[in-house]
């Protein structure tokens, strides 16, 4: 990994930025388009941009589908992200493109000008009530997930129940190392000894920065695995692929 991160650095200041606007669009584009036009189940396994599944009304007009009851929770978490704000602040504005650049220009947002986040900016403030509600998403996550391990009634391991552990492991570690999830376990405390079960909270808050120091690794990885998981999905539906079974 390390040696991964070094070669990342030697690259051109520019190709980061341009790397994250190439992700970020194509993740966008690929979840509007399955969200409007495919359905999102395959027998017990239910596509993770679909969970928790709920009703739709009829009288809705069709461009409002049901996973859209519930995808703006995830969306909306990761776009009030303190990394993702960064990062597309950074790639899609340039505002500063690149911190440590040796390059001649005039950083973008002097600090004479900079008046904090402003206009639409300041939904971004919002991002601790995005966290309360990805809690009961990350749950309806698990609790799909278990069922995967359980087709028919019976126990049984394969490539797809393992796939879909991955991508709710990797889903839930970047929800639990958020900085709002540091401040509501104990960053909001400046004595653990002046309140009740104060020692409990400042291992639970060292537990929880630990895992913070690799916040951005989670917030990547975890939106490469819902694609994946959802490709895989997908491929089953289509009868493209075939679920092997490992273990049952």
């Not at 009288?59 to 409002?64: E, G, H, V, Y």
């Not at 992200?81 to 947002?109: M, N, S």
Request: proline share 6%.
């Amino acid at each position: 990994m390390s040696s991964i991160a070094a070669a990342w650095r030697k690259l051109p200041w520019w190709v980061e930025p341009v790397t994250v606007v190439v992700a970020l669009t194509a993740f966008g584009i690929y979840s509007l388009t399955i969200v409007l036009l495919f359905p999102g189940t395959y027998e017990e396994y239910v596509s993770p941009f679909y969970s928790p599944p709920v009703g739709r009304p009829d009288w809705l007009p069709w461009f409002i589908t049901a996973p859209m009851f519930i995808l703006w929770i995830p969306l909306g978490f990761r776009a009030t992200c303190y990394y993702y704000r960064k990062a597309y602040y950074r790639a899609f504005f340039w505002d500063p493109p690149a911190c440590l650049a040796r390059v001649q220009e005039k950083e973008p947002r002097s600090p004479e000008n900079y008046r904090g986040e402003r206009a639409a900016f300041v939904l971004n403030n919002v991002h601790r009530y995005f966290l309360y509600a990805s809690f009961v998403v990350v749950a309806f996550l698990w609790y799909d997930t278990v069922f995967t391990f359980f087709p028919e009634g019976s126990f049984a391991i394969r490539v797809g129940s393992l796939l879909w552990l991955l991508n709710v492991v990797l889903i839930s570690a970047y929800t639990f190392s958020c900085h709002s999830m540091r401040h509501l376990v104990g960053g909001n405390k400046d004595c653990y000894t002046c309140v009740r079960g104060g020692n409990a909270r400042r291992k639970l808050y060292n537990g929880v920065t630990r895992l913070n120091l690799r916040h951005p690794h989670w917030a990547w990885l975890s939106l490469g695995s819902l694609l994946v998981t959802d490709i895989y999905m997908r491929l089953l539906q289509a009868g493209l692929i075939s679920d092997l079974t490992l273990i049952g």
